[in-house]
């Protein structure tokens, strides 16, 4: 489902020089699809592509800057490359971790491509558990794409960053890459998506018999929506009676209702104002 034009306007940024799209919405929303459209938009041009997903990162790596950067390093040079050169510009004594690893991207793995290197980071919301590490990671970002308007070799490198939440580290104006480039946040789908959703389903809904009453409870919801789509299309049910026991321990929506009470029970002061 394309959400017009959040699509075409993605594939017009990512084949501009110095480019660093921002992609924001709750989890669920679609995030994931939308980048791995640009990766494909992206190879159709011939650019390299990276993608990342920051949710698979050992834990034992994220509590250290400099194991963070050489996972970060090599996860892109194996993507794009098998000759590993790490060690050739890797000097955290001298240098320290961030210049190591701008200096790796600068003298070696943009050198030695003649295109575009479009990088995606997904959930990069994952870091802001690690305060010192997602610091000096997201200053480096911001200064990649700052060397973009004086350097021609960090032309080249096209950035695509998604994340669910604005609760990241409070760097200042100067040293975030949450306020540059060009930012698309996914809206829900409309009730038109909707009913084309339920089509490409098989599914013969209307407009006031089920469309209205699945959107009065999930809103436009894409994974929401879907979840009910393929479960009234795969095991035959109506809508109605999905829905009757939507919200209880074996409804369609128990999994995503735990994984929210799950989050809820980490903040008691969050649980307690929603109740």
């Not at 200096?103 to 010192?132: A, G, K």
């Not at 026991?245 to 929506?253: L, P, W």
Request: hydrophobic share 40%.
């Amino acid at each position: 489902m394309e959400r017009f034009p959040i699509e075409s306007e993605a594939y017009k940024q990512i084949v501009r020089e110095k480019s660093l799209i921002r992609i924001k919405a709750p989890n669920l929303m679609g995030k994931s699809s939308l980048v791995d459209r640009i990766i494909d938009y992206a190879l159709l041009q011939d650019y390299k592509t990276v993608s990342l997903n920051l949710n698979t990162v050992p834990e034992t790596t994220l509590i250290d800057i400099d194991k963070f950067l050489r996972w970060f390093s090599l996860s892109v040079t194996k993507a794009i490359t098998k000759d590993n050169k790490l060690r050739d510009y890797w000097d955290v004594e001298l240098f320290g971790s961030v210049q190591s690893c701008t200096d790796y991207f600068e003298e070696y793995l943009l050198t030695n491509i003649d295109c575009p290197l479009v990088l995606c980071l997904d959930n990069l919301d994952r870091l802001f558990q690690y305060p010192t590490v997602t610091k000096d990671f997201l200053e480096m970002l911001r200064d990649w794409y700052e060397k973009g308007n004086n350097i021609s070799i960090w032309k080249k490198l096209r950035l695509v960053i998604a994340h669910s939440t604005t609760d990241y580290i409070n760097q200042g104006i100067n040293y975030s890459p949450f306020n540059v480039g060009f930012p698309l946040q996914l809206p829900k789908f409309n009730e038109i998506q909707v009913l084309d959703l339920a089509q490409r389903h098989q599914l013969d809904w209307k407009k006031e018999a089920e469309i209205e009453v699945l959107m009065a409870m999930v809103g436009g919801h894409p994974y929401l929506v879907r979840k009910a789509m393929f479960e009234s299309s795969y095991h035959n049910i109506e809508l109605k009676k999905l829905l009757k026991d939507a919200d209880e321990g074996t409804g369609i929506y128990n999994d995503h209702l735990r994984r929210i009470l799950t989050q809820l029970q980490k903040t008691p002061e969050v649980l307690e104002a929603l109740k």
